[in-house]
C-alpha cells in the first residue's frame, strides 16, 4: 500500500510537516511512503531514520526532504526488490543528520558530553536527490557518508545508481527544524551543494553529482 502524507500545515501560522518522530523511525515493508508539497519538513525524527522501502518520496516540502537531529539515516534496499528513493524540490537540505547547516562539529553536539556520531548510509536502493535549496547531502556533525559502500568493511558493495544534482538554488527557501521544533533558516549562510560531510569521511561507489550550486563534494 502507500502512506501518503501532503498539503499539511495549511493552517494560520502552522509550520508542520508530513511526519515526525520524537524518537526512532524504522520502515521496512514492501509499501510506499510520500510525504509532498507539506508546509515544513517532509520527515523529521529526533534519533535514527532507517528506510527499507519499495518507493519512498520526499518532495516540495518547505523544510528539509529528511532530517534526523540526534541520529543516523540508513536506506537500504528491502529484500532484493527493485526500489527507490526521491528527495526533490524541498526548501532546505535533502538529506541531513544533525542540527544546522555550519561546518563545525562543535555546533551539533548532543547535551551530553561527547560529539553524536550521525551517519549516512545509502546500500544497494537507488536515489535521486535534486534541486534542494541547500545541500543535497550533508552529515554535519561527527559522522561519515557511506554510498554503496559497506560501512563495516569500507568496501563496495553495490552498483545502485545514486545521483546528487542540481542542489543549492539561492532562490529556493531554506530552513532547517530545531530541536525546539521550530523550523528556522540556518545559523550560518545556507549554502549548499552536492555531498557534504563537515567531520567524518564520505565513502562512495557509483555516484553522480552534477550541476550543484556550490562545491560538488
Not at 11 to 38: H, K, M, P, R, Y
Not at 79 to 96: C, I, R, Y
Not at 109 to 117: H, N, S
Not at 169 to 194: A, F, S
Amino acid at each position: 500500500g502507500t502512506l501518503r502524507t501532503t498539503g499539511n500545515g495549511a493552517g494560520e501560522g502552522c509550520e508542520a510537516g508530513g511526519l515526525l518522530v520524537q524518537g526512532d523511525i524504522t520502515d521496512a515493508s514492501d509499501g510506499f511512503v510520500e510525504t509532498i508539497g507539506n508546509n515544513g519538513p517532509g520527515l523529521v525524527a529526533h534519533k535514527d531514520i532507517s528506510i527499507s522501502l519499495l518507493g519512498f518520496e520526499s518532495s516540495d516540502n518547505k523544510g528539509p526532504g529528511i532530517q534526523s537531529l540526534f541520529g543516523s539515516i540508513t536506506v537500504t534496499q528491502p529484500n532484493d526488490a527493485s526500489s527507490s528513493l526521491t528527495v526533490k524540490s524541498n526548501e532546505g537540505p535533502g538529506m541531513l543528520a544533525g542540527l544546522d547547516l555550519a561546518f563545525d562539529v562543535a555546533s551539533d553536539d548532543d547535551p551530553g558530553d561527547e560529539p553524536l556520531v550521525q551517519n549516512i548510509v545509502v546500500l544497494g536502493m537507488p536515489i535521486n536527490v535534486e534541486n534542494n535549496g541547500s545541500w543535497g547531502i550533508l552529515a554535519s556533525g561527527a559522522g561519515d557518508v557511506f554510498l554503496n559502500v559497506n560501512p563495516e568493511t569500507n568496501l563496495p558493495m553495490s552498483l545502485a545508481g545514486i545521483d546528487v544534482s542540481s542542489n543549492g538554488d539561492p532562490d529556493k527557501g531554506c530552513r532547517i527544524y530545531t530541536e525546539d521544533g521550530d523550523l528556522e533558516l540556518p545559523q550560518d549562510d545556507c549554502g549548499g551543494g552536492g555531498i557534504g560531510v563537515v567531520s567524518g569521511k564520505l565513502y562512495a561507489a557509483t555516484v553522480n553529482v552534477s550541476s550543484n550550486i556550490g562545491p560538488g563534494i
